[in-house]
């Protein structure tokens, strides 16, 4: 009887210990990477060819199929308890504001024809243009190659679920009553001038470890991989390129890089991430080094953004605060205060006038940079992981942690909610010309929208959850790092 105490004693203490640890992997990792499943396993498979589900529908068949991977500490964290989640206060504002209807949206996707002719679609090269499908099938509605052909988008009443036909959507337009209706794309959804036809992976970046930061220099040359306490450099312009160039190692070892980003003449990194330091290197000297560091209040930062001007940098602080620096006295010159959780994501305007940042405490807020105020608040029913400003047009998009991206018009009461994804939309990032953005998630998807109405461009399935994502100047390259410990350079075909 006493031996059986003893090993139930034993087994006891054993299970507290799991637990603890279990926690302190949590916090780690999870708390801190607001919801980021960090990957620490190679998962089994890899990543399938770019495709795109082109017209307005989903796919059941990949939520009802999902691989599961090897269950690491995060993971299971993440699953096994409703207790374990980001830490955010509850809000008390209703869910996101409703939208009018786009004045140039006539008409439904169920007008593409019949039956018949939907079906023999899968027939055709998943790169096929829209051009070519509507030349092909006589109608002025975008239809090409489309693997989502049985899914319904979970949580919709039956009678949004689809569109006439039985279709079933992805992208939906939202009324300012908060009614939704599926989006009818236009012609030119998917063709014409600096719309991508697909992408294709070229190199990968070993960087051998969770890859939470990218950047791309401008022109194309250099790709940064910021992961556990260092950030690594690759020259991409070198074909097979299986090394980096250089190392940078800064914040402390154990800590993950959150966010970098260069200068707009690119001989300055800025890093931050899960310490209370932002790390400034100079990277125009013979090997690099650096040249300063900021020191703010908060235990760590979740996002950066620099001014149009290179003056001045913008932190998203763990603590909800924005911080602004003067890049060139290296001093702390102001704190936006709002968020009342952490500030998980930024962006800022073309002409330096307007800043965005997406919160934890579900929030979006816009500041007027010129008079230091806030001016609009925008509330949501999800944590906000990612967000981008679009840098031709008055459109925002939010990637959110209930798998959602929203794209709002920022002076309008207008609002698209697009249905890809299928887990935590971890970043986002919009293409320089402005007419497409990329989103990347936990569900190891990159999608890439049409902007504003999110017509599917194309599609990656990566091998474990995208945690970053950075476009070239020029738009034809896409960066991506992953919890596999890698990044992957994929080059955008027109």
Same mark, same amino acid.
């Given at each position: 009887?006493?031996?059986?105490?003893?090993?139930?004693? $034993?087994?006891?203490?054993?299970?507290?210990?799991?637990?603890?640890?279990?926690?302190?992997?949590?916090?780690?990792?999870?708390?801190?990477?607001?919801?980021?499943?960090?990957?620490?396993?190679?998962? =089994?498979?890899?990543?399938?060819?770019?495709?795109?589900?082109?017209?307005?529908?989903?796919?059941?068949?990949?939520?009802?199929?999902?691989?599961?991977?090897?269950?690491?500490?995060?993971?299971?964290?993440?699953?096994?308890?409703?207790?374990?989640?980001?830490?955010?206060?509850?809000?008390?504002?209703?869910?996101?504001?409703?939208?009018?209807?786009?004045?140039?949206?006539?008409?439904?996707?169920?007008?593409?024809?019949?039956?018949?002719?939907?079906?023999? $679609?899968?027939?055709?090269?998943?790169?096929?243009?829209?051009?070519?499908?509507? +030349?092909?099938?006589?109608?002025?509605?975008?239809?090409? &190659?489309?693997?989502?052909?049985?899914?319904? =988008?979970?949580?919709?009443?039956?009678?949004?679920?689809?569109?006439?036909?039985?279709?079933?959507?992805?992208?939906?337009?939202?009324?300012?009553?908060?009614?939704?209706?599926?989006?009818?794309?236009?012609?030119?959804?998917?063709?014409?001038?600096?719309?991508?036809?697909?992408?294709?992976?070229?190199?990968?970046?070993?960087?051998?470890?969770?890859?939470?930061?990218?950047?791309?220099?401008?022109?194309?040359?250099?790709?940064?991989?910021?992961?556990?306490?260092?950030?690594?450099?690759?020259?991409?312009?070198?074909?097979?390129?299986?090394?980096?160039?250089?190392?940078?190692?800064?914040?402390?070892?154990?800590?993950?890089?959150?966010?970098?980003?260069?200068?707009?003449?690119?001989?300055?990194?800025?890093?931050?991430?899960? +310490?209370?330091?932002?790390?400034?290197?100079?990277?125009?000297?013979?090997?690099?080094?650096?040249?300063?560091? $900021?020191?703010?209040?908060?235990?760590?930062?979740?996002?950066?953004?620099?001014?149009?001007?290179?003056?001045?940098?913008? %932190?998203?602080?763990?603590?909800?605060?924005?911080?602004?620096?003067?890049?060139?006295?290296?001093?702390?010159?102001?704190?936006?205060?709002?968020?009342?959780?952490? +500030?998980?994501?930024?962006?800022?305007?073309?002409?330096?006038?307007?800043?965005?940042?997406?919160?934890?405490?579900?929030?979006?807020? %816009?500041?007027?940079?010129?008079?230091?105020?806030?001016?609009?608040?925008?509330?949501?029913?999800?944590?906000? &992981?990612?967000?981008?400003?679009?840098?031709?047009?008055?459109? $925002? +998009?939010?990637?959110?942690?209930?798998?959602?991206?929203?794209?709002?018009?920022?002076?309008?009461?207008?609002?698209?909610?697009?249905?890809?994804?299928?887990?935590?939309?971890?970043?986002?990032?919009?293409?320089?010309?402005?007419?497409?953005?990329?989103?990347?998630?936990?569900?190891?998807?990159?999608?890439?929208?049409?902007?504003?109405?999110?017509?599917?461009?194309?599609?990656?399935?990566?091998?474990?959850? =995208?945690?970053?994502?950075?476009?070239?100047?020029?738009?034809?390259?896409?960066?991506?790092?992953?919890?596999?410990?890698?990044?992957?350079?994929?080059?955008?075909?027109?």
């Amino acid at each position: 009887m006493s031996l059986s105490v003893l090993s139930l004693k $034993l087994e006891c203490e054993k299970l507290s210990n799991e637990k603890t640890e279990m926690q302190r992997h949590y916090v780690m990792y999870y708390e801190m990477s607001y919801g980021l499943n960090i990957e620490m396993h190679k998962q =089994v498979g890899k990543g399938s060819p770019t495709h795109s589900p082109r017209e307005n529908r989903l796919d059941k068949s990949r939520l009802l199929k999902k691989e599961v991977p090897p269950l690491s500490p995060a993971s299971m964290a993440s699953s096994s308890s409703p207790g374990l989640r980001p830490l955010a206060l509850p809000c008390p504002y209703p869910g996101a504001f409703g939208m009018v209807p786009h004045p140039s949206l006539n008409g439904l996707n169920g007008d593409l024809g019949g039956a018949s002719a939907y079906s023999s $679609l899968h027939n055709l090269s998943p790169q096929m243009s829209a051009a070519a499908a509507v +030349a092909a099938y006589g109608r002025s509605q975008v239809v090409g &190659f489309d693997p989502h052909h049985h899914m319904r =988008v979970p949580g919709l009443p039956p009678n949004l679920s689809g569109i006439p036909g039985g279709k079933p959507a992805y992208s939906f337009h939202v009324s300012t009553e908060g009614q939704m209706q599926p989006v009818p794309f236009p012609p030119d959804a998917l063709i014409g001038p600096g719309i991508p036809r697909h992408a294709r992976q070229i190199n990968t970046l070993s960087h051998g470890e969770v890859v939470c930061a990218v950047t791309i220099s401008n022109p194309t040359r250099h790709v940064y991989t910021g992961g556990k306490g260092c950030v690594k450099i690759w020259d991409i312009s070198q074909p097979g390129s299986k090394s980096p160039v250089s190392q940078l190692d800064c914040l402390n070892r154990d800590n993950y890089i959150r966010s970098c980003r260069l200068l707009h003449d690119g001989r300055t990194l800025i890093i931050g991430g899960e +310490a209370s330091t932002l790390s400034i290197w100079d990277l125009a000297s013979p090997t690099p080094r650096i040249k300063a560091e $900021l020191t703010s209040s908060a235990p760590a930062c979740y996002a950066l953004a620099i001014s149009p001007d290179a003056k001045v940098c913008f %932190s998203c602080c763990s603590d909800g605060n924005i911080a602004v620096w003067d890049l060139h006295n290296q001093t702390l010159v102001r704190q936006f205060q709002g968020h009342t959780d952490g +500030a998980s994501c930024i962006d800022i305007s073309h002409d330096g006038t307007k800043l965005w940042t997406g919160g934890l405490d579900n929030t979006v807020r %816009s500041w007027d940079l010129r008079e230091g105020r806030q001016l609009r608040q925008h509330d949501f029913t999800s944590q906000i &992981f990612s967000l981008g400003y679009c840098p031709t047009g008055e459109w $925002l +998009a939010v990637g959110m942690e209930n798998s959602h991206v929203e794209v709002l018009h920022v002076t309008k009461p207008e609002k698209y909610q697009l249905h890809l994804h299928e887990s935590c939309v971890l970043s986002l990032r919009f293409a320089h010309c402005g007419k497409w953005f990329v989103s990347t998630g936990k569900d190891n998807l990159l999608n890439a929208w049409r902007t504003p109405y999110g017509a599917s461009i194309f599609q990656s399935k990566e091998s474990s959850s =995208v945690l970053s994502c950075d476009i070239s100047g020029d738009d034809k390259y896409i960066v991506t790092g992953s919890g596999d410990k890698k990044a992957t350079v994929y080059e955008v075909i027109y």
